[in-house]
């Protein structure tokens, strides 16, 4: 048995009837991370003796394992979400060296179930883009095929997952960067809804997008990890009051009768055509399971790119303006004066992907041009919201590609940045919107990288998403593939 391939729950199951210990466990994962990590470079840095010593306190009965489903597993956190103690780089040079002095509310959350955090992941710098290769620290490479990127920007997450260098880890989604790397490599990742999870101690890209979400190697797991973060946070003032159902119970519920929709805009030329037809496969499956197929259009689809990076950049740009060399982060050394500090700081400090958003995004907000970009921007994403809100009064959820491509080469779209931003065309979306979606695998390509099947319910319907997708990969056998990843 490779402790290293099981999923959350089978891992706890095991810990629970004592026939693993938590060293054991925690101590399989650390070997794996440093036998595979230094080709993939998934981790920006990792806890070894922290994490076996929490390990030791539940293999002495100190701690329970019945406490939580998470009691006892190694989880990793994507390396933008504060942990107390802890470097917290954002992958940047601007917070090289920082250590968060407290926990971000999901931290804390994971701490109070149990969960022994194993390390930080990779990411885009400030989780800005589309493949992890913006990382100031280093190009995080896919399990399933290392010439190839695993997606962005939670990539190192994604791929820390699919090579089993962690039992579940966080990431976050901005434009799709949970579920477009989970599709590129082949497990599950869940943006929940635009308030279902705390922002509170996560660094900040763009505060009216952002949110945390699982990224795990099964549906079950999902409903786990998002089980134990979701819920109202007053310290998060875009935290919304409402109860959360229990997402484990929702699984096993048929798709008998559901109505899913399937949108024009979603099936394009310039599709990769396995990828459309590993999807429509997928959609085939759902229809045997029950479920009835339903034509919805959501006509602003291709303004989606447009709006979001006009909204996304111009948030940025105020977000990061905090980041000038004075109070934390990365100060340069030879300013000549004041101003000259805070231009060499910054310029030194960010990467190029970075300072493109900062400036499309001042350019966006300054005088004269806010109405004709910002503003109208924020016009075509209320247009996407109602398209969204139009097309649920039809179907119950929607299906379809996370991207139009599977997992691309490393070094291909990096001169090339409008070709990199349409591969989240089909995941912008969803997120303007602010509803649910889950990648789950679906397929392969001739070449062996993985596809995902994307699924998107109304707000606050994470148990509708989790319960399609749970059925959909029961009946199928893609999750269970793993990459062969050698040290």
Known sequence: MEIHSLPIHRIHDLLESRQIGAVETVSAFL?????IDPGLNAYISTFGEKAIEEAKLFDSGARDYSASPLAGTPIAIKDVICMQGTLTTCASRMLQGFVSPYDATVTEKLRRAGAIFIGKTNLDEFAMGSSTENSAFAKTRNPWDIERVPGGSS???AAAVAAGLCAGSLGTDTGGSIRQPSSFCGVVGLKPTYGRVSRFGLVA???????????TRDVEDAAILLQAVAGFDPADSTSVDL??????AALNQSLQGLRLGIPREYF???THPE???????AIDTCRRLGARIVDISLPHTEYGIAAYYIIAPAEASSNLARYDGVKYGHRAQNGADLLDMYRKSRSEGFGWEVKRRIMIGTYVLSAGYYDAYYRKASQVRTLIRRDFLEAFEKC?????PVSPI?????????DDPLQMYLSDVFTLPASLAGIPGISVPCGFTSENLPIGLQILGPHFQEELVLRIAHQFEQNTAFHLRSPEVKG
């Open 205 to 215: 890209f763009a505060s009216s997008l952002d949110q945390i979400g699982p990224i």
């Open 406 to 414: 599977p997992a691309f080469k490393i070094g291909e779209k990096s």
């Open 396 to 400: 119950d959820a929607i299906l379809a």
């Open 243 to 248: 109860p959360v159902p229990d997402y484990r």
């Open 275 to 281: 990828v459309e037809t590993a999807v429509r496969n």
């Open 268 to 270: 394009i030329e310039g």
């Open 155 to 157: 990539g190192g997450s």
């Open 31 to 35: 070997e794996r991370i440093s036998a």
